[in-house]
C-alpha cells in the first residue's frame, strides 16, 4: 500500500477495506461487490473463513490485477487500474466484479481446513519455517491443505468463479479461447506436468491459469451429465481442504470417480475434442495467409512502420533477454534489438506521428517509492537514441497528432478513466490538459486514434456487455458513435488516406480485422483468422499492415498487403463460449447489477448511474492493527552444536509494521541465542531497529609458543537502529542506508579453557564493546531470464563505511570501508550462459585487534540473522571461517554458469515436486586479508581455491524454491594441521566435497 497519500479503513459484514483517500467514491460499489462474493461463494466452496478478510485497494500500478493470500491472514489486494486490451485479463466494465470473486475464491479455497493442520494453525497460526528443519515440518503440517493445491488446481477453481458467477471471466474470453485453441492445432499441447507458473516458455504462466481453468470446467461438465451435481467444484474444494499436506490426489474420487491426475488427463481429451471441432468450423473457409517474420521465442506487441516503411518496430519479449523495442528490416528480413530502449511487453503502447519518424512508446516505472506508472518514452531511429518524454501524467494508450505537436491519451486514475490531449512539449503538466471524454462509472476508454487530417479523434468506449467506437470532432467537441457491438472492440486505426478505418474485434470468438469505410459505411472483416490478429499499423503509403498475429508459439510479426484483404464472400464462423454455467447462474449473471449499469454511453450526458453510499470510514493506524502472525519452536545443527528455541512474528495489514523475534540457546558452550527486528515502512525513509545475541568463531586464530593454534569464541550482542532510503525503479534498485550499532564481545570461558595456561603468541584478543556509526549504499540492476542459472545482466555494487569512537561510548576508535562489485556479463555464444566477475576490497585504521578489522573464508549459510551496516566476514570457499584477518582485504573471483539439462516439468500433476533445470558453475576465488606486520607467510599469502558446483533447481511443496547441490572445491593455500595431527584430518584437506543450496536463480 502506498505510503505517499493517508488511508482509510472501513467495514462490512464480512470485510475489513483499507484503501486510498482518492479511492473514497469507489468503495461503495467494492463493499456491494465483495459482499456479493461471500453470498455466492462461501455456500459454493463450503467455507466460511473465520474472521474478517482484509481487502488492500490502491491505485498504484497502471495496470489492473489482483492477489490474494492467507499468510498470515486472509488478505486481497486489489488495483483501481484496468488492463491492457489484448492481455488475458482484460475485459472492459465491471472487471473490478470478476477480479474480487476470483481472489475471494482463493481465500476461501487457500483457508479452509479441519483435522490436525487446523489444530496446530489455532496453536501456533500459520507458521512460516525460521530456517531449520522443525519449523519447517511445522509450518507444512500447519497449512491448509488448499493452499498447498497445485497452481493449476488453485487457479482454474478461481477462474471458475470469476466465470461461473459473472457475464465476464477468462472462461469466457476470446484471448483465452485463443490461447487454448492454438496448441491442439500445431500439436504442441501442455501435459499436466508442465501446468506451473515458471513454464519459461510460452504461454508462461497462463499455462497454469488456462489449463487448470479448462480441467475444472471438464469436472464440472462431467459432474452435471453424470451425477446431477452442480456445485462440483464445492466438493472439490471441500473434499481437499479435508485432506492432509499432499494426500489429495484421490480427493476428486467421490464426486467424479477419478483421480485428479487422470482428471488433467480426461480434461485434455476433453478439450482436444471441443477444439478440434472449432479448428474444423473456422477451417471451413479459406484462411487469411498469416506469415510469421519473427522467431518463435520472440513474443511480439503493438508493431509500427519506420518512417520509410522499410523497417518494422516494435516491442519484443524474448525468453533470454530483457524486454526492449525490436527493429524487423524487411530488406534483409533480420530482426535486432534496439538495447537502449526498454519496454514492457505486456502492457507497453507505442504511437507515430504522421511522419513515422519518431516513436513514442509508454513504459510502467516506479514513480517515487511505491507508484507503479507509466512513463513517456521516445525513440529516434534516424538518430538511435531513446528519451524521456515525461515522468508525469500516467499516460495509457498514446496517440501522437498528425503534426506531431499533440498527445492524446487514456488516464485511469480514482478508479476512472478519461481521454484526454496535452501539447506534446508540455506533456506531464495536467494545467495544460484537455479532457475530451469521461467514462461513466463502470465503463472502459482504451485506444484513441488521430484521423489523418487531426481533426477527428476515435476512442473505444465499453462496458460489460458492449462496446461502442465514437468519434470526437475536435473542432466542435461533438461525441458520436460509430459502432455499436456486444463484443469487445480494440485499437481503431486511419488509413493514411483518411477513406476508412480499420479496427479489431472478437464478434465471431476470434479476434479479426475489420474495416468501416468513411464518413458512414457498412463495417465488414478483411481478415479470417485461426488463431488472432492483433495491434494494426498502416505503412506510409497505406498499401501495407503490421499486425501481430497469434499461432502456439505466441505472438509474431507478420505483414499484409491492403489490396488483398477483401472482405470475404462468407460470414465468419463463429466460435461461442462453451462454459457449462449452471441454468440458475447464467440467468442470474447474463446482466451486470442495477447499481452497475449506465444508460449514459455517450460522454457528454450526464450519468443515470445510482448515487454511491456514503461509507463511514476513519484514518488507518497501522500500529493498532498489529496482530501476531505466528511462533513456532526451530531446532537446527550448526558448527558442531544444536540450536533450538522458539520465533515469532507480528505485523499489521498492509505490512506497514513488522516484528521478528527468536530466542534460544546452543548446545556447545551453553549460550544463549537471540534476535529481534522491528521495521517501519508507513512512510518514507524505511526505520528498522534490530538486535541479536549469540557466538561468533575464529578458526585457529589464537596460536601458542609451540605452534599450536586454537579457534576464539566468543559471544556478540549487538543493537542498533536505521533509517533506509530506497530509490526503486522497475530494473533497478539503489538503496541508502544510515544508522548506529552498539556490539558488546566477550569471550566465551569454556572454549578458552583450551588454551588456558599456555604462552600465547596471540595478544590483544578483543573483550569490550563498540559503538559505532555506519552509511551504506547497494545499488542492484541485474536481471534474470526464463532459463536462467544466473543473474545475466547487470550488476550488484555496495559499499559501507563505519566509524566507531570511544567518544560515542565504546572501547574502540576505528574506521573500516567495504566495498563489493559484481558484474553479470552474458556469454554470446549461447542462451543463458553468464560469466561472474566479482571483486571485494575492504580497508580499516584505528585500533586493531587479534579478530581484527576483517575476516576471509567460509562457505556462507542457509540462513542467518545479520544485523545491518557492515559485513566484516567475506566468504571464500575452500576455507574455514576467519581463516585470515586483518586491517586490509582484497577478493578476486570469477564463475562461469551454465544450464546443462533442462526440465521444466513436475513427477506428475499432484505431487509438490517442479524440476526446473541442472546447471553448473565452474569457478576461482582468491582472497588475502592482512595488517601489515605478518610474522608468517601463511599471513602473507595469497589464497587461491578452484571448484565446481552441480545444482538441480526445484520447486519443493509448491513455494519452496531452491536448488541442492554437490560441489568440489580445490583450496591450494589452506593451513598445515597442528604438530601431531592425523594426516587424514579432514578438517584441514586441500580437496573437499560440500553440500551447496541455493536460490533457483544462483546468486
Same mark, same amino acid.
Given at each position: 500500500?502506498?505510503?505517499?497519500?493517508?488511508?482509510?479503513?472501513?467495514?462490512?459484514?464480512?470485510?475489513?477495506?483499507?484503501?486510498?483517500?482518492?479511492?473514497?467514491?469507489?468503495?461503495?460499489?467494492?463493499?456491494?461487490?465483495?459482499?456479493?462474493?461471500?453470498?455466492?461463494?462461501?455456500?459454493?466452496?463450503?467455507?466460511?473463513?473465520?474472521?474478517?478478510?482484509?481487502?488492500?485497494?490502491?491505485?498504484?500500478?497502471?495496470?489492473?490485477?489482483?492477489?490474494?493470500?492467507?499468510?498470515?491472514?486472509?488478505?486481497?489486494?486489489?488495483?483501481?487500474?484496468?488492463?491492457?486490451?489484448?492481455?488475458?485479463?482484460?475485459?472492459?466494465?465491471?472487471?473490478?466484479?470478476?477480479?474480487?470473486?476470483?481472489?475471494?475464491?482463493?481465500?476461501?479455497?487457500?483457508?479452509?481446513?479441519?483435522?490436525?493442520?487446523?489444530?496446530?494453525?489455532?496453536?501456533?497460526?500459520?507458521?512460516?519455517?525460521?530456517?531449520?528443519?522443525?519449523?519447517?515440518?511445522?509450518?507444512?503440517?500447519?497449512?491448509?491443505?488448499?493452499?498447498?493445491?497445485?497452481?493449476?488446481?488453485?487457479?482454474?477453481?478461481?477462474?471458475?468463479?470469476?466465470?461461473?458467477?459473472?457475464?465476464?471471466?477468462?472462461?469466457?474470453?476470446?484471448?483465452?479461447?485463443?490461447?487454448?485453441?492454438?496448441?491442439?492445432?500445431?500439436?504442441?499441447?501442455?501435459?499436466?506436468?508442465?501446468?506451473?507458473?515458471?513454464?519459461?516458455?510460452?504461454?508462461?504462466?497462463?499455462?497454469?491459469?488456462?489449463?487448470?481453468?479448462?480441467?475444472?470446467?471438464?469436472?464440472?461438465?462431467?459432474?452435471?451429465?453424470?451425477?446431477?451435481?452442480?456445485?462440483?467444484?464445492?466438493?472439490?474444494?471441500?473434499?481437499?481442504?479435508?485432506?492432509?499436506?499432499?494426500?489429495?490426489?484421490?480427493?476428486?474420487?467421490?464426486?467424479?470417480?477419478?483421480?485428479?491426475?487422470?482428471?488433467?488427463?480426461?480434461?485434455?481429451?476433453?478439450?482436444?475434442?471441443?477444439?478440434?471441432?472449432?479448428?474444423?468450423?473456422?477451417?471451413?473457409?479459406?484462411?487469411?495467409?498469416?506469415?510469421?517474420?519473427?522467431?518463435?521465442?520472440?513474443?511480439?506487441?503493438?508493431?509500427?512502420?519506420?518512417?520509410?516503411?522499410?523497417?518494422?518496430?516494435?516491442?519484443?519479449?524474448?525468453?533470454?533477454?530483457?524486454?526492449?523495442?525490436?527493429?524487423?528490416?524487411?530488406?534483409?528480413?533480420?530482426?535486432?534489438?534496439?538495447?537502449?530502449?526498454?519496454?514492457?511487453?505486456?502492457?507497453?503502447?507505442?504511437?507515430?506521428?504522421?511522419?513515422?519518424?519518431?516513436?513514442?512508446?509508454?513504459?510502467?516505472?516506479?514513480?517515487?517509492?511505491?507508484?507503479?506508472?507509466?512513463?513517456?518514452?521516445?525513440?529516434?531511429?534516424?538518430?538511435?537514441?531513446?528519451?524521456?518524454?515525461?515522468?508525469?501524467?500516467?499516460?495509457?494508450?498514446?496517440?501522437?497528432?498528425?503534426?506531431?505537436?499533440?498527445?492524446?491519451?487514456?488516464?485511469?486514475?480514482?478508479?476512472?478513466?478519461?481521454?484526454?490531449?496535452?501539447?506534446?512539449?508540455?506533456?506531464?503538466?495536467?494545467?495544460?490538459?484537455?479532457?475530451?471524454?469521461?467514462?461513466?462509472?463502470?465503463?472502459?476508454?482504451?485506444?484513441?486514434?488521430?484521423?489523418?487530417?487531426?481533426?477527428?479523434?476515435?476512442?473505444?468506449?465499453?462496458?460489460?456487455?458492449?462496446?461502442?467506437?465514437?468519434?470526437?470532432?475536435?473542432?466542435?467537441?461533438?461525441?458520436?458513435?460509430?459502432?455499436?457491438?456486444?463484443?469487445?472492440?480494440? +485499437? @481503431?486505426? /486511419?488509413? &493514411?488516406? !483518411?477513406?476508412? #478505418?480499420?479496427?479489431? =474485434?472478437?464478434?465471431?470468438?476470434? $479476434?479479426? *480485422?475489420?474495416?468501416?469505410?468513411?464518413?458512414?459505411?457498412?463495417?465488414?472483416?478483411?481478415?479470417?483468422?485461426?488463431?488472432?490478429?492483433? +495491434? @494494426?499499423? /498502416?505503412? &506510409?503509403? !497505406?498499401?501495407? #499492415?503490421?499486425?501481430? =498475429?497469434?499461432?502456439?508459439?505466441? $505472438?509474431? *510479426?507478420?505483414?499484409?498487403?491492403?489490396?488483398?484483404?477483401?472482405?470475404?464472400?462468407?460470414?465468419?464462423?463463429?466460435?461461442?463460449?462453451?462454459? @457449462?454455467?449452471?441454468?440458475?447462474?447464467?440467468?442470474?449473471?447474463?446482466?451486470?447489477?442495477?447499481?452497475?449499469?449506465?444508460?449514459? *454511453?455517450?460522454?457528454?450526458?450526464?450519468?443515470?448511474?445510482?448515487?454511491?453510499?456514503?461509507?463511514?470510514?476513519?484514518?488507518?493506524?497501522?500500529?493498532?492493527?498489529?496482530?501476531?502472525?505466528?511462533?513456532?519452536?526451530?531446532?537446527?545443527?550448526?558448527?558442531?552444536?544444536?540450536?533450538?528455541?522458539?520465533?515469532?512474528?507480528?505485523?499489521?495489514?498492509?505490512?506497514?509494521?513488522?516484528?521478528?523475534?527468536?530466542?534460544?540457546?546452543?548446545?556447545?558452550?551453553?549460550?544463549?541465542?537471540?534476535?529481534?527486528?522491528?521495521?517501519?515502512?508507513?512512510?518514507?525513509?524505511?526505520?528498522?531497529?534490530?538486535?541479536?545475541?549469540?557466538?561468533?568463531?575464529?578458526?585457529?586464530?589464537?596460536?601458542?609458543?609451540?605452534?599450536?593454534?586454537?579457534?576464539?569464541?566468543?559471544?556478540?550482542?549487538?543493537?542498533?537502529?536505521?533509517?533506509?532510503?530506497?530509490?526503486?525503479?522497475?530494473?533497478?534498485?539503489?538503496?541508502?542506508?544510515?544508522?548506529?550499532?552498539?556490539?558488546?564481545?566477550?569471550?566465551?570461558?569454556?572454549?578458552?579453557?583450551?588454551?588456558?595456561?599456555?604462552?600465547?603468541?596471540?595478544?590483544?584478543?578483543?573483550?569490550?564493546?563498540?559503538?559505532?556509526?555506519?552509511?551504506?549504499?547497494?545499488?542492484?540492476?541485474?536481471?534474470?531470464?526464463?532459463?536462467?542459472?544466473?543473474?545475466?545482466?547487470?550488476?550488484?555494487?555496495?559499499?559501507?563505511?563505519?566509524?566507531?569512537?570511544?567518544?560515542?561510548?565504546?572501547?574502540?576508535?576505528?574506521?573500516?570501508?567495504?566495498?563489493?562489485?559484481?558484474?553479470?556479463?552474458?556469454?554470446?555464444?549461447?542462451?543463458?550462459?553468464?560469466?561472474?566477475?566479482?571483486?571485494?576490497?575492504?580497508?580499516?585504521?584505528?585500533?586493531?585487534?587479534?579478530?581484527?578489522?576483517?575476516?576471509?573464508?567460509?562457505?556462507?549459510?542457509?540462513?542467518?540473522?545479520?544485523?545491518?551496516?557492515?559485513?566484516?566476514?567475506?566468504?571464500?570457499?575452500?576455507?574455514?571461517?576467519?581463516?585470515?584477518?586483518?586491517?586490509?582485504?582484497?577478493?578476486?573471483?570469477?564463475?562461469?554458469?551454465?544450464?546443462?539439462?533442462?526440465?521444466?516439468?513436475?513427477?506428475?500433476?499432484?505431487?509438490?515436486?517442479?524440476?526446473?533445470?541442472?546447471?553448473?558453475?565452474?569457478?576461482?576465488?582468491?582472497?588475502?586479508?592482512?595488517?601489515?606486520?605478518?610474522?608468517?607467510?601463511?599471513?602473507?599469502?595469497?589464497?587461491?581455491?578452484?571448484?565446481?558446483?552441480?545444482?538441480?533447481?526445484?520447486?519443493?511443496?509448491?513455494?519452496?524454491?531452491?536448488?541442492?547441490?554437490?560441489?568440489?572445491?580445490?583450496?591450494?593455500?589452506?593451513?598445515?594441521?597442528?604438530?601431531?595431527?592425523?594426516?587424514?584430518?579432514?578438517?584441514?584437506?586441500?580437496?573437499?566435497?560440500?553440500?551447496?543450496?541455493?536460490?533457483?536463480?544462483?546468486?
Amino acid at each position: 500500500m502506498p505510503v505517499y497519500e493517508d488511508l482509510r479503513r472501513t467495514e462490512s459484514a464480512h470485510f475489513i477495506y483499507i484503501y486510498q483517500v482518492s479511492l473514497g467514491p469507489q468503495i461503495p460499489p467494492l463493499i456491494r461487490l465483495s459482499e456479493e462474493a461471500y453470498d455466492l461463494l462461501t455456500p459454493a466452496l463450503r467455507w466460511t473463513p473465520r474472521g474478517k478478510t482484509a481487502i488492500l485497494y490502491a491505485d498504484t500500478m497502471d495496470e489492473h490485477n489482483g492477489s490474494a493470500w492467507v499468510y498470515p491472514r486472509p488478505t486481497i489486494l486489489l488495483y483501481a487500474a484496468g488492463s491492457s486490451p489484448g492481455s488475458t485479463i482484460y475485459e472492459p466494465g465491471l472487471f473490478l466484479r470478476r477480479t474480487v470473486l476470483h481472489e475471494y475464491a482463493h481465500v476461501l479455497s487457500m483457508d479452509a481446513q479441519y483435522g490436525a493442520d487446523a489444530f496446530l494453525n489455532a496453536i501456533f497460526g500459520r507458521v512460516m519455517p525460521a530456517g531449520d528443519f522443525l519449523s519447517l515440518v511445522l509450518a507444512a503440517c500447519a497449512a491448509p491443505p488448499g493452499f498447498l493445491a497445485p497452481t493449476w488446481y488453485l487457479e482454474g477453481l478461481s477462474i471458475w468463479a470469476e466465470t461461473e458467477f459473472s457475464s465476464s471471466g477468462r472462461g469466457r474470453t476470446s484471448v483465452a479461447d485463443m490461447i487454448m485453441r492454438m496448441p491442439f492445432a500445431d500439436q504442441r499441447v501442455l501435459s499436466a506436468s508442465r501446468w506451473d507458473l515458471a513454464l519459461p516458455e510460452w504461454p508462461y504462466g497462463n499455462a497454469a491459469y488456462l489449463y487448470g481453468m479448462k480441467t475444472i470446467e471438464y469436472a464440472q461438465a462431467l459432474s452435471a451429465q453424470t451425477n446431477g451435481q452442480p456445485d462440483l467444484p464445492g466438493n472439490l474444494s471441500d473434499d481437499v481442504a479435508h485432506s492432509f499436506l499432499y494426500f489429495f490426489d484421490n480427493c476428486a474420487k467421490p464426486a467424479l470417480g477419478m483421480t485428479f491426475n487422470r482428471m488433467t488427463r480426461a480434461a485434455l481429451v476433453q478439450a482436444q475434442s471441443c477444439q478440434q471441432e472449432r479448428i474444423r468450423r473456422l477451417q471451413s473457409h479459406p484462411l487469411t495467409p498469416l506469415t510469421r517474420l519473427t522467431p518463435g521465442a520472440l513474443q511480439v506487441a503493438d508493431p509500427q512502420f519506420g518512417a520509410d516503411g522499410s523497417a518494422v518496430f516494435f516491442a519484443g519479449h524474448p525468453e533470454a533477454g530483457r524486454d526492449v523495442l525490436y527493429r524487423y528490416d524487411r530488406t534483409t528480413k533480420r530482426v535486432q534489438r534496439v538495447e537502449g530502449a526498454r519496454v514492457d511487453f505486456d502492457s507497453t503502447s507505442l504511437a507515430v506521428p504522421e511522419d513515422h519518424e519518431l516513436i513514442y512508446y509508454t513504459r510502467l516505472n516506479v514513480i517515487g517509492r511505491d507508484r507503479i506508472w507509466n512513463e513517456l518514452h521516445c525513440y529516434d531511429p534516424a538518430k538511435q537514441t531513446q528519451t524521456l518524454v515525461t515522468r508525469e501524467g500516467r499516460y495509457r494508450f498514446p496517440a501522437i497528432a498528425p503534426d506531431g505537436r499533440i498527445l492524446a491519451a487514456v488516464r485511469n486514475e480514482g478508479g476512472r478513466f478519461s481521454l484526454l490531449e496535452v501539447p506534446l512539449a508540455q506533456a506531464g503538466n495536467r494545467r495544460a490538459e484537455t479532457i475530451r471524454a469521461l467514462a461513466p462509472p463502470f465503463h472502459s476508454i482504451v485506444d484513441p486514434a488521430y484521423a489523418p487530417d487531426g481533426k477527428h479523434l476515435v476512442y473505444v468506449l465499453a462496458n460489460d456487455a458492449h462496446s461502442q467506437l465514437r468519434n470526437i470532432d475536435l473542432d466542435t467537441g461533438n461525441d458520436t458513435l460509430l459502432v455499436d457491438w456486444p463484443c469487445i472492440i480494440i +485499437t @481503431p486505426l /486511419f488509413h &493514411p488516406s !483518411g477513406s476508412n #478505418l480499420v479496427f479489431v =474485434a472478437d464478434r465471431n470468438g476470434v $479476434y479479426n *480485422l475489420y474495416r468501416f469505410p468513411l464518413p458512414f459505411g457498412e463495417v465488414l472483416a478483411i481478415t479470417h483468422a485461426l488463431g488472432g490478429v492483433f +495491434t @494494426p499499423d /498502416f505503412s &506510409p503509403d !497505406g498499401r501495407e #499492415l503490421a499486425v501481430a =498475429a497469434y499461432d502456439s508459439r505466441g $505472438y509474431y *510479426l507478420s505483414l499484409l498487403n491492403v489490396e488483398s484483404l477483401s472482405p470475404p464472400s462468407f460470414p465468419l464462423p463463429e466460435l461461442k463460449p462453451d462454459w @457449462p454455467s449452471l441454468p440458475r447462474d447464467a440467468e442470474r449473471f447474463k446482466q451486470s447489477p442495477a447499481w452497475a449499469v449506465t444508460t449514459a *454511453l455517450a460522454t457528454n450526458a450526464p450519468s443515470k448511474t445510482n448515487t454511491p453510499d456514503s461509507v463511514v470510514s476513519q484514518p488507518y493506524n497501522s500500529l493498532s492493527g498489529v496482530r501476531l502472525d505466528y511462533w513456532t519452536p526451530w531446532l537446527t545443527v550448526a558448527n558442531g552444536a544444536i540450536e533450538g528455541g522458539l520465533a515469532s512474528a507480528c505485523s499489521d495489514y498492509t505490512q506497514a509494521q513488522n516484528i521478528f523475534a527468536l530466542a534460544g540457546a546452543e548446545s556447545r558452550w551453553g549460550t544463549p541465542l537471540g534476535a529481534l527486528v522491528y521495521q517501519y515502512s508507513g512512510f518514507y525513509p524505511i526505520l528498522t531497529a534490530f538486535g541479536n545475541y549469540g557466538p561468533e568463531s575464529y578458526y585457529d586464530l589464537v596460536k601458542d609458543r609451540s605452534g599450536y593454534l586454537y579457534d576464539y569464541n566468543e559471544k556478540v550482542g549487538q543493537a542498533g537502529g536505521m533509517v533506509t532510503l530506497p530509490r526503486v525503479r522497475i530494473d533497478s534498485r539503489a538503496d541508502f542506508s544510515f544508522g548506529w550499532q552498539g556490539t558488546d564481545r566477550k569471550v566465551i570461558p569454556k572454549s578458552a579453557e583450551d588454551y588456558a595456561g599456555r604462552p600465547l603468541v596471540t595478544s590483544n584478543l578483543f573483550e569490550g564493546t563498540e559503538s559505532a556509526l555506519f552509511a551504506q549504499m547497494t545499488f542492484f540492476n541485474a536481471t534474470s531470464f526464463g532459463r536462467s542459472a544466473s543473474f545475466e545482466d547487470g550488476r550488484a555494487v555496495s559499499a559501507t563505511i563505519e566509524r566507531a569512537d570511544k567518544a560515542f561510548g565504546g572501547d574502540l576508535s576505528q574506521t573500516r570501508v567495504l566495498g563489493q562489485w559484481v558484474e553479470y556479463v552474458p556469454v554470446v555464444w549461447a542462451d543463458n550462459h553468464v560469466l561472474r566477475l566479482e571483486g571485494v576490497g575492504a580497508a580499516g585504521q584505528g585500533d586493531e585487534t587479534a579478530q581484527s578489522f576483517f575476516g576471509l573464508g567460509g562457505y556462507g549459510v542457509v540462513q542467518q540473522v545479520a544485523s545491518p551496516g557492515l559485513n566484516r566476514s567475506v566468504i571464500l570457499r575452500g576455507y574455514n571461517p576467519n581463516s585470515q584477518v586483518g586491517r586490509y582485504l582484497v577478493k578476486a573471483g570469477a564463475a562461469y554458469r551454465f544450464p546443462m539439462m533442462s526440465y521444466y516439468r513436475g513427477a506428475d500433476a499432484t505431487l509438490p515436486l517442479y524440476m526446473h533445470q541442472l546447471f553448473g558453475e565452474l569457478y576461482y576465488e582468491g582472497g588475502h586479508a592482512w595488517s601489515g606486520d605478518a610474522t608468517g607467510a601463511l599471513d602473507a599469502c595469497w589464497l587461491n581455491a578452484v571448484g565446481f558446483e552441480l545444482n538441480l533447481s526445484l520447486t519443493l511443496f509448491r513455494y519452496a524454491q531452491i536448488a541442492p547441490g554437490l560441489g568440489v572445491v580445490y583450496a591450494f593455500d589452506r593451513k598445515d594441521p597442528n604438530p601431531g595431527a592425523s594426516g587424514d584430518d579432514v578438517e584441514n584437506q586441500k580437496l573437499q566435497l560440500y553440500l551447496s543450496i541455493k536460490a533457483v536463480v544462483n546468486f
